[in-house]
């Protein structure tokens, strides 16, 4: 019987829909024990993980039955892809299976922060009434930056637009914007750092967006705007963007990835209680129903594969 290894959580109906054409193994503490996974992974002829199971190859060599890969998630950065395509093993990320709850998560997140929520918030429960210190302004009319205009990027836009923003995109790879439901327009990285009041980033971690989010970037970011990262943490320089805010360069940030997983003292220790800031822990596209949609379809597309 095919065997299946699964190292992280998944909606509980779709395991029990897997286990009754599968021989299933399921353990979501596999993904921090990298020699018990090297022992597991020997004898499985299908994986499903989501981004903290490293499957390098190092570990893959040890998988000499794998022919599939399911990624409970999107981002790739966590599999050695070169390696999977020269072994011909396929690998299946849930493309668009949570990009309403990422959507949901940036324009809260941008509707909290321009707001001030979280300095009010903390201001009333020591006891304070900062009704007239801090001050806030609207959304309505506001630019938002995107940074990275593919599946998620678009469908952010779509939800921003219809609360009255004006949305500006950019990405090398994409010419034009066929979608009459997205009120966006291409523009370049200057521009959205020169004009954006909110700049979200949507972009895969690779050689070439690592760190693309830095002190020289902040410096050209005029009207002090909010950063939102909900793709991957190394692509925004931690230490620059909390010097950024420092120097009030930014008014406000809202990351739910970062660089190390989970954060360090080194990282959190500089977040105060005052600062306009949310910190979540890499949860902004899993929701309850995400969470179903993303293991349907991958319990769907090994079951596919398979038979």
Not at 2 to 12: A, M
Not at 33 to 45: F, G, P, Y
Not at 264 to 292: A, D, Q, R
Request: some cysteine.
């Amino acid at each position: 019987m095919t065997k299946i290894l699964i190292t992280e959580f998944i909606n509980q109906d779709s395991l029990d829909n897997l286990k009754k054409n599968f021989d299933v193994l399921y353990n979501e503490q596999l993904c921090e024990n990298k020699i018990e996974l090297e022992k597991k992974i020997k004898d499985c002829d299908g994986l499903i993980v989501r981004n903290k199971t490293q499957l390098n190859s190092d570990v893959l060599k040890n998988a000499s039955n794998l022919k599939f890969i399911g990624r409970l998630g999107v981002g790739l950065d966590n599999i050695d892809t070169e390696y999977c395509k020269n072994k011909n093993i396929h690998v299946q990320p849930a493309t668009g299976m949570n990009v309403d709850s990422v959507a949901e998560y940036v324009v809260s997140s941008s509707l909290s922060l321009i707001k001030k929520i979280p300095m009010f918030h903390n201001g009333t429960i020591k006891g304070e009434w900062p009704r007239t210190t801090i001050k806030s302004i609207e959304i309505n009319h506001k630019y938002l930056g995107i940074i990275g205009f593919g599946t998620i990027g678009k469908k952010v836009a779509e939800y921003s637009s219809k609360n009255g923003l004006k949305v500006l995109a950019y990405d090398p790879y994409v010419n034009e914007i066929n979608n009459k439901e997205i009120d966006a327009k291409l523009s370049s990285l200057n521009q959205i750092y020169e004009k954006s009041d909110i700049i979200s980033i949507h972009l895969p971690l690779t050689d070439e967006t690592k760190n693309m989010i830095n002190k020289s970037s902040f410096s050209q970011m005029k009207n002090k705007p909010i950063i939102i990262n909900t793709s991957r943490g190394g692509i925004i320089n931690e230490s620059d963007l909390i010097e950024a805010y420092n120097k009030n360069n930014i008014s406000g940030f809202a990351l739910d990835v970062f660089e190390k997983e989970p954060i360090e003292s080194k990282f959190y220790n500089k977040i105060k209680p005052g600062m306009n800031c949310i910190l979540t822990p890499h949860i902004s596209g899993v929701t309850t129903e995400s969470n179903i949609r993303v293991s349907d379809f991958i319990v769907k597309k090994i079951t596919d594969f398979f038979n």
